[in-house]
């Protein structure tokens, strides 16, 4: 069965200071990948979707970037992150061609930015 | 661009009583899907139900269904005997069934839903 992994679970950083969140999905092959953030009580916005290695589509212009070194990973990054950043980033995989595949989810990382 | 409305911030049902949510959508495409998720309190997203655009018949699941109305770009989703663990925000999301969307997927706000012992 396929699963897919978020860390870290929470963090919190200073404003300036350099983020990296990881995703990592088991179980299957070359699927699509996709970032999105979600402020309190509030519905998903799509950062970034990646349809294979090295392949990054944005979504959203931001100080924030993606990128898929391997089949399976995604990293969300930042050199520099901002109070606005704040939020609750949630990585997805779908199967990577088209038939209405659902999206799944992994369990979050909570950021903080002070 | 595609857009999807979620019209209910706040629902309530009683425990074992049925609930609808609602959700309309924009789209000037003949083939996509739509999907209610869950999110609970652990912020875990849920795949609740699927619908695919060009199938008439509406989605069931146990004890959730939909009511998809094309025409009318209308995706409501119904709860029946609703249980306290069905407590949880709700989103309605859409996919573009296009080959150049990257399977992407544009979310409601979503109607967060109490269930009253």
């Known amino acids: 069965s396929q699963t897919i992994h978020q860390w870290p679970a929470t963090l919190v950083q200073p404003v300036g200071s350099p983020l990296s969140l990881e995703c990592t999905v088991e179980?299957?092959?070359?699927?699509?990948l996709y970032w999105y953030r979600q402020a309190a009580g509030r519905g998903l916005q799509l950062l970034f979707y990646?349809?294979?290695?090295?392949?990054i589509s944005s979504e959203v212009p931001q100080n924030l970037s993606a990128s898929r070194p391997q089949d399976r990973q995604f990293i969300l990054s930042s050199k520099k992150l901002l109070l606005s950043d704040s939020g609750f980033y949630l990585c997805?995989?779908?199967?990577?061609?088209?038939?209405?595949?659902?999206?799944?989810f992994g369990p979050g990382t909570r950021l903080t930015v002070t | 661009a595609q857009t999807v409305t979620q019209s209910q911030p706040e629902m309530s049902v009683q425990e074992a009583e049925t609930v609808t949510l609602s959700c309309t959508y924009d789209?000037?495409?003949?083939?996509?899907?739509l999907f209610w998720y869950k999110q609970p309190p652990s912020r875990q997203m849920i795949l609740v139900i699927r619908?695919?655009?060009?199938?008439?018949q509406n989605a069931t699941e146990n004890r959730f269904s939909v009511n998809f109305q094309k025409a009318a770009k209308s995706f409501s989703l119904k709860i029946s005997d609703s249980q306290l663990g069905d407590a949880a925000m709700y989103f309605c999301?859409?996919?573009?069934?296009?080959?150049?969307?990257?399977?992407?997927?544009?979310f409601g706000e979503g109607t967060q839903l109490t269930v009253n012992p």
């Open positions: 999301a859409y996919r573009s069934g296009a080959e150049t969307s990257g399977s992407r997927l544009t």
């Open positions: 179980g299957t092959s070359n699927p699509n």
């Open positions: 997805a995989w779908s199967v990577r061609w088209t038939g209405g595949h659902e999206q799944y």
């Open positions: 789209t000037s495409e003949s083939d996509y899907y």
């Open positions: 990646s349809v294979g290695i090295g392949q």
């Open positions: 619908q695919e655009a060009y199938k008439q």
